[in-house]
Nanobody, 119 residues
């Protein structure tokens, strides 16, 4: 089992910045990638971006160039730096970890943290 604990989030003005953190603990071997998803009211959960164990990042088109994912491997922590925030970035953000065990991918989720972008 992998436990994910998120921190950060809150209220930001349009054009502002926020940073989210996600710390992984438990059986963290063989985590292939970690990333962030978000879910706005009335919408499906969508991928924001993720980072592989090799450090390769990928982002949704809507956040590319504004959001950046980084990691501290020693601390088993992944960060989401969100810049130039827009009202449409308002959502609950969830940390995700994908772990490979015997060729099966297991998904783990954080509890979610609210991000609100409003003036």
């Amino acid at each position: 089992q992998v436990q994910l604990v998120e921190s950060g989030g809150g209220l930001a003005q349009p054009g502002g910045s926020l940073r989210l953190s996600c710390a992984a603990s438990g059986s963290i071997l063989n985590i292939a990638r970690m990333g962030w998803y978000r879910q706005a009211p009335g919408k499906q959960r969508e991928l924001v971006g993720d980072i592989t164990s090799g450090g390769i990042t990928d982002y949704a088109t809507s956040v590319k160039g504004r959001f950046f994912i980084s990691r501290d491997a020693a601390a088993n922590t992944v960060y989401l730096q969100m810049n130039s925030l827009k009202p449409e970035d308002t959502a609950v953000y969830y940390c995700n970890a994908k772990q490979l065990r015997y060729a099966i991918t297991y998904d783990y989720w954080g509890q979610g943290t609210q991000v609100t972008v409003s003036s």
